[in-house]
């Protein structure tokens, strides 16, 4: 019953607002709480600032009935509250998921549908249990399509996620070595990913299938299905040509470039080819917006800094898309000089030393010039090759390229959000 005054409430309001430095005059404010925060102590200060109305689970918060509604528990309240909206709005929404590549597909996605339908995206990478509720509640009578981005670092939490957003179809990008410290191995990886794809089969939603990859291709015999890939089974048949610089793939004899470092990324751009396909939006404006798409956010980005390439994609990183980052950039044929900055890969539990001492291995037998390493876990490795240099912190590396003043070269950047690997482009702006 509450959910549903609240949701009268939020038809009037100007949106959710969930931290009082930066509150929106008109909207509810949901007291959540975290290890350093109680946003209950912050409610009356969000009703000041403009709030119509606080959501708290301390009684003790609520200065009085007409701007204040108590909860047993106010993100479960969020939750509610987000399903219960989908719900009201009845409209389609696309499910994503997976180790690698979830953010890029979903923009890619976003782009390629955007040309037929009003749809409303998860915003960045809000795609946890806060994140996916604030996406569904972005939505209003206007969205068409709802496109919404689930992570996990924990089984069960896709499950969870499915129930709140009910999605009517769903894709999983690929399945990595990512977040082993919470899902303990790549099997428990896969079964946390496919909860999503079981939860759709279970209410007899379609699923999109890359059968290209192995686990995808199980799931075949699902009559609920639209499949692209390389496969001769696959209803969308691409081709992806071998390429060092930015991802393409061939579609129909047509070739669709796009601004998106790596090959890896061609079956991203697959998978927006498939499902746009799926949606009736022309082939030709799905060229044209795969190819208009310019990434950010320090993913598959291409700079071009002075002489030197850069190829950024310092927003994460786990063995699977480190690896695959490293083998792209080992095959590309340039004259200038190839580097690699690689920085830790988090989250990966017992498994730590061993993957990063198999990232190691693999740069010993590289064709690329000069390698350097960040990180405490990097530092672990063990190493013989002279142009392997480690450093313990970015700030190292930093100063030690300021004064390498390189010239002339290709870069690969790639780690784990803790190293906060961008920074290093502050050595490649222009002197003044």
Aim: aromatic share 8%; proline share 3%; net charge neutral.
């Amino acid at each position: 019953m509450k959910t549903a005054i609240i949701h009268q409430r939020f038809l009037v309001s100007t949106g959710i607002s969930t931290d009082t430095r930066n509150i929106k005059p008109g909207s509810i404010f949901f007291a959540l709480k975290g290890a350093n925060f109680n946003g209950n102590l912050f409610a009356a200060q969000a009703i000041e600032k403009g709030a119509i109305c606080a959501i708290v689970d301390d009684s003790d918060a609520a200065l009085n009935d007409k701007e204040y509604i108590v909860v047993k528990n106010s993100l479960e309240a969020l939750q509610k509250l987000a399903k219960f909206h989908r719900k009201f709005l009845g409209i389609p929404i696309i499910g994503i998921t997976g180790s690698n590549g979830k953010t890029t597909t979903k923009e890619l996605i976003y782009n390629v549908l955007s040309k037929k339908y009003t749809v409303t995206a998860t915003q960045g990478n809000l795609n946890n249990h806060i994140g996916v509720p604030l996406s569904l509640l972005a939505m209003d009578e206007e969205t068409e399509l709802g496109l919404i981005e689930m992570g996990a670092n924990h089984p069960g939490e896709i499950e969870f996620l499915s129930n709140i957003v009910m999605p009517d179809y769903g894709f999983i990008t690929n399945f990595g070595k990512a977040h082993l410290e919470g899902f303990g191995s790549l099997d428990g990886v896969i079964q946390a990913k496919t909860e999503l794809y079981r939860h759709l089969k279970e209410n007899k939603k379609l699923i999109f299938l890359n059968l290209d990859d192995e686990v995808q291709r199980l799931e075949i015999n699902y009559k609920h299905n639209f499949t692209f890939g390389t496969n001769r089974k696959a209803q969308v048949k691409v081709i992806y040509p071998e390429t060092y610089n930015a991802a393409e793939i061939i579609f129909n004899d047509t070739t669709f470039k796009s601004q998106l470092s790596g090959a890896y990324n061609s079956k991203n751009m697959a998978a927006a080819l498939c499902i746009g396909l799926y949606f009736k939006v022309p082939v030709d404006e799905i060229r044209e917006a795969i190819e208009n798409y310019i990434p950010s956010n320090n993913r598959s980005q291409i700079i071009e800094r002075n002489s030197n390439k850069i190829y950024l994609d310092a927003y994460n990183a786990n063995p699977t898309s480190m690896m695959a980052s490293l083998q792209h950039f080992n095959k590309v044929k340039t004259n200038t000089t190839k580097i690699v900055i690689l920085g830790d890969m988090g989250e990966l539990g017992n498994a730590s030393e061993t993957e990063h001492q198999i990232i190691v291995n693999f740069l010993e037998n590289a064709d690329i010039s000069e390698m350097y390493l960040v990180g405490k876990q990097f530092k672990k490795t063990t190493t013989n090759k002279p142009n392997i240099i480690k450093f313990e912190t970015t700030e190292n590396i930093k100063k030690h390229l300021h004064l390498a003043e390189l010239e002339n070269c290709s870069i690969l950047i790639k780690g784990s959000r803790s190293m906060a690997l961008e920074k290093i482009l502050e050595v490649f702006e222009p002197k003044v």
